[in-house]
């Protein structure tokens, strides 16, 4: 009895002292706080900067009570101290919520600490203090993502009771973008955590050899969760014997590894998450065969092998893994189609097999079902594949399928009414197929949708509210592309509020659509080529408040913009379409108060009056195109202040004076287009010397004069010079090998203008090429040009002019050159089209001009050029006689006249003494002979006819009245013309 007394009374003691150590280590209740410890907390916050004043309850004797302060309820000593940024994906709110400043020593009396949490803070310029080592008692520790800078401490490795270690960067954190400055080139210590449980050191540079690496962490017995995403590795010769059996856990995404790291990674028996994207080696690629061992990973729950260099056939043997929720292989070379085991896949709910080679039909690939994945499965991505043929009627049959992808594949036929039956579809994305047919009406029935992407397709018909009728959810809506008309009331009020609006080329007019007005949310609308004929309404600016993006372009929207805006309306709006339509009136001033407008583009309209000077407080512009208006007077200089503008288009207006000198401030501006104007000056030197970005320069049809400036040489990333009809004189300066982007064929980058939605903005640029007017858009990095037509200019071709290999067109016709073509002139290899007519050139046509294989456009003609005309190569195919006409020392082909000592082209027919036979002359008897007769009667029968039969009477002679009207019209432009 006495035994079993005592028994009780020490199990009574054991359970008493672990309910002692439990509400020490864990407990949430605070108890009273120890002198030296609150002492050491205040030191701590004086050497922070705390600008949210997330600490103002430090203060007072109870310390337990502060802010992200924790202590054991039995002795109340500190054990945790949670100061983490509770934001980490809102811009304003994390940045405003860092903690910044110095981490104070006196952290070092707390020798108790057991948790230290100071993650998604801004510790920048400071490194990791050494002092941290020094907390014996410490089991947490997580730093991610405080932008520590400089060498990780070996001194953690005296941590030996640590089991979590955190300090990476997390992956869904806005900043995700930003270089971790934190780097090692020896992780030896880890060895001494021999309790370490999850080691985290994403985007940490780790300068240390991959199987030392290895090895060290092969000797964490404990270790479960490995994170070393993007950490610089090369692993190439992992560890042949994997110890971390306890492994569950593994992300080495974005570094490189090859086929022998595939295979080790497959021995890792308890391996539950993997997660390996973009480690492919450019070098090779992986066969997909080096998939199969993965296939005994039987507790695998989530696998990413996105983004390598998988190629060949999907496993079968994936249907192996019955405990997988998500299979992520998209974005490799995968081909055939989808294997059938992937039924088999019961807890399946994510699958995302994009941007592969996938081929064959959706009706083969998915197959029936399992009864068990229709209901598991919740994401399905199969977009910019090559998918053919209709969607399968089994797709529907997937009852809890929130995701569906199939964008850039090349499905087709309609899409079946059973679309109503994915009642918890949120997202469903199939833009870029050949569907056809209308749209079902029980998509308005999916009432969970959020995001529905349709655009690219051929589909026809109606959208009334039907389609609507239950998408209370919906917030992006991008139907572009197809031939549907948006029918519905003036007064229909949507069950939706939008916030993402593409109808690029959908009949929404003519009237303006009223129901915009009810869409309080809209971030952007996107309408161009809509069918509008209206003027845009009071209401529309009280609505904009909330957009970032408008693109009424390309419609006939009449009227002037409002002349004045609320105050605080349309304040966010940093992308403005209004190009090509009917725009009167001038250009209204509230515009310069969008203080974040990036892109401008009102051309192409009936703009009046001045350019308004204020534009220079827009100073995040970067893209401002007013050509094709009317607007007058002169270029303001307030427009130099505009220090980020990439593109400044001023064409086809009224503009006089000159070019403002403050313009020379736009450093690195690419684009400038001024043409077709009657501004008045020399060309600035400033423009070579101070835009060294500029890379089209077209200034024709103005009234600039003097020489062509030798600083413009200085632009060596120049693809357009276009300075033609203008009345400038001189040389043509020597130095043109400059232009390296003419000289050197794919030189440079070609920097594409995208706005903040990620649409790339279409450079519209018009230049004479071969006879015509091209338009250049999205083609301008192939645009290299040279235009100087049309002026005054003298002396000879410069032989550094053959060294623009590159160029594509060179124009110098209409001017005053003399001397010889250089003989080097087949040195512009890309050459296509060459005008060098109504010049005073003289001498042969050098026979190195054949060897162009480009050539498809030449002009020589009114020069005094003479001599045999080169034959051979591309040169054949350009046998228009008027390339050399006024030319009358040339000869030969393709022109009638021999050189001398030539033979009679061969061209040329020679007559052909022929005799006729008697059966030739009875049958030309005959011809003659009912040639009159048959003549006589047809002309009868067409009288008669206009005779008997009134309607083709009338028919006749208005026809002969419009063709008479047509030809005196004719005669009389011409004359007044002249």
């Not at 003691?13 to 280590?25: D, Q």
């Not at 199939?430 to 529905?452: A, C, D, M």
């Not at 010397?689 to 024709?700: D, G, Y």
Request: proline content about 4%; hydrophobic content about 40%.
């Amino acid at each position: 009895m006495k035994h079993n007394t005592y028994n009780n009374i020490m199990l009574l003691f054991v359970f008493l002292l672990f309910i002692c150590k439990f509400e020490y280590c864990y407990s949430n209740n605070n108890g009273s706080c120890i002198e030296v410890e609150r002492v050491a907390l205040l030191r701590f916050k004086e050497s922070l900067i705390d600008r949210s004043n997330r600490l103002s309850s430090w203060a007072g004797l109870d310390c337990c009570a502060w802010e992200g302060v924790s202590c054991g309820s039995v002795i109340g000593h500190v054990w945790k101290l949670d100061l983490h940024n509770p934001y980490n994906d809102d811009d304003d709110k994390y940045s405003k919520n860092c903690l910044r400043g110095e981490i104070s020593d006196s952290l070092i009396n707390l020798t108790y600490l057991n948790y230290l949490d100071l993650s998604l803070n801004n510790f920048a310029e400071i490194q990791i203090p050494k002092f941290l080592g020094s907390f014996k008692n410490l089991r947490y520790l997580n730093l991610s993502g405080s932008r520590f800078v400089g060498k990780i401490p070996p001194h953690l490795g005296n941590l030996s009771k640590l089991e979590y270690l955190h300090l990476g960067w997390l992956l869904n954190a806005h900043w995700y973008s930003v270089n971790n400055d934190l780097e090692t080139n020896n992780l030896d210590w880890l060895a001494s955590l021999s309790s370490l449980k999850v080691l985290d050191m994403s985007f940490i540079s780790i300068q240390q050899r991959s199987e030392n690496l290895f090895g060290t962490i092969n000797k964490l017995v404990s270790l479960s969760s490995l994170n070393l995403h993007e950490c610089q590795l090369k692993i190439t010769n992992p560890p042949s014997l994997v110890n971390s059996t306890s492994l569950i856990s593994l992300d080495l995404g974005e570094n490189t590894c090859d086929a022998m790291t595939l295979l080790w990674l497959s021995n890792l028996t308890r391996l539950e998450n993997l997660n390996l994207p973009y480690n492919g080696n450019s070098a090779y690629h992986f066969k997909s065969s080096l998939l199969i061992p993965f296939c005994k990973l039987l507790n695998m729950v989530s696998m990413d092998l996105s983004f390598n260099s998988f190629r060949g056939l999907i496993p079968h043997c994936l249907g192996n893994l019955t405990s997988i929720t998500s299979l992520n292989l998209e974005h490799n070379r995968f081909e055939g189609s989808i294997p059938n085991s992937i039924s088999r896949l019961c807890r399946l709910q994510t699958l995302d097999l994009s941007g592969n080679d996938l081929s064959g039909s959706l009706t083969d690939s998915l197959g029936a079902p399992s009864e068990c994945l229709s209901y598991s499965l919740q994401m399905l991505s199969l977009d910019d594949n090559h998918f053919t043929g209709q969607l399968p009627n089994q797709l529907y049959m997937y009852k809890n399928l929130k995701s569906l992808s199939l964008n850039s594949n090349s499905l087709s036929g309609p899409i079946g009414d059973s679309l109503g039956n994915l009642s918890m579809l949120s997202v469903l994305y199939i833009s870029n197929n050949k569907f056809s047919g209308s749209i079902p009406t029980s998509l308005g029935q999916l009432s969970n949708l959020h995001t529905l992407y349709i655009s690219n397709n051929s589909f026809q018909g109606i959208l009334s509210k039907l389609h609507f009728s239950e998408l209370t959810n919906l917030r992006e809506l991008k139907i572009s592309r197809n031939s549907l008309f948006l029918d519905v009331s003036s007064n229909w009020v949507p069950p939706f509020q939008l916030e993402y609006i593409s109808m690029d080329s959908i009949k929404v007019g003519p009237r303006f659509p009223q129901w915009l007005r009810t869409q309080i949310k809209v971030q952007s609308i996107i309408m161009p080529n809509a069918s509008i004929s209206d003027a845009i309404p009071d209401w529309f600016g009280n609505l904009t408040w909330t957009c970032n993006r408008i693109d009424l372009s390309n419609n006939n929207i009449r009227g002037e913009l409002p002349m004045s805006v609320a105050e605080g309306y349309m304040n966010e709006l940093s992308s403005i379409y209004l190009s090509d339509n009917h725009l009167t009136g001038e250009i209204p001033k509230w515009l310069c108060n969008l203080k974040h407008l990036e892109i401008l583009d009102i051309s192409s309209n009936k703009l009046s009056g001045e350019i308004p000077s204020c534009f220079g407080k827009l100073q995040v512009l970067t893209y401002l195109d007013l050509g094709n208006n009317h607007l007058f007077g002169h270029i303001p200089d307030s427009l130099g202040s505009l220090s980020c503008l990439l593109s400044l288009h001023l064409q086809n207006n009224k503009l006089e004076g000159g070019i403002p000198s403050s313009l020379q401030n736009l450093g690195i501006l690419i684009t400038l287009d001024l043409s077709e104007n009657g501004l008045m000056d020399v060309i600035p030197p400033w423009i070579g010397e101070n835009l060294a970005s500029l890379r089209f320069l077209n200034i024709q049809k103005n009234k600039f004069f003097g020489d062509i400036p030798f600083q413009l040489c200085y632009l060596k990333d120049l693809q357009l010079l276009n300075l033609a009809n203008n009345n400038i004189s001189g040389p043509i300066p020597w130095c043109f090998n400059n232009f390296t982007a003419m000289v050197n064929y794919g030189y440079g980058n070609f920097i594409f203008l995208v706005d903040p939605f990620g649409r790339v903005y279409e450079e519209n640029i018009y230049e004479d090429i071969k006879g015509l007017e091209l338009e250049y858009t999205r083609n301008l990095e192939f645009l290299k040009s040279i235009d100087l037509s049309g002026n005054h200019i003298t002396g000879e071709i410069p032989l550094e002019v053959m060294s623009l290999q590159a160029l594509n067109n060179l124009n110098l016709s209409r001017n005053n050159l003399s001397g010889t073509i250089p003989q080097t002139i087949g040195n512009l290899s890309k050459i296509e089209s060459l005008d060098l007519s109504m010049n005073a050139f003289s001498g042969p046509i050098p026979q190195s001009l054949s060897s162009l294989n480009f050539l498809s456009y030449l002009n020589l003609s009114f020069n005094k050029l003479n001599g045999r005309i080169p034959t051979g190569h591309q040169l054949q195919t350009l046998d228009d006689l008027s390339i050399y006409i006024g030319n009358e020392g040339l000869c030969g082909v393709p022109l009638l006249k021999s050189c001398p000592g030539d033979d009679k082209p061969s061209f040329v027919k020679q007559p052909i003494e022929t005799k006729l036979t008697n059966d030739d002359h009875e049958f030309l008897m005959w011809f003659y002979a009912g040639l009159g007769p048959g003549f006589f009667v047809g002309f009868i029968g067409v009288l008669c006819t206009l005779l008997f039969k009134t309607s083709w009477r009338y028919a006749y002679f208005k026809c002969l009245e419009i063709t008479f009207n047509k030809v005196l019209c004719g005669i009389s432009i011409k004359r007044n013309r002249r």
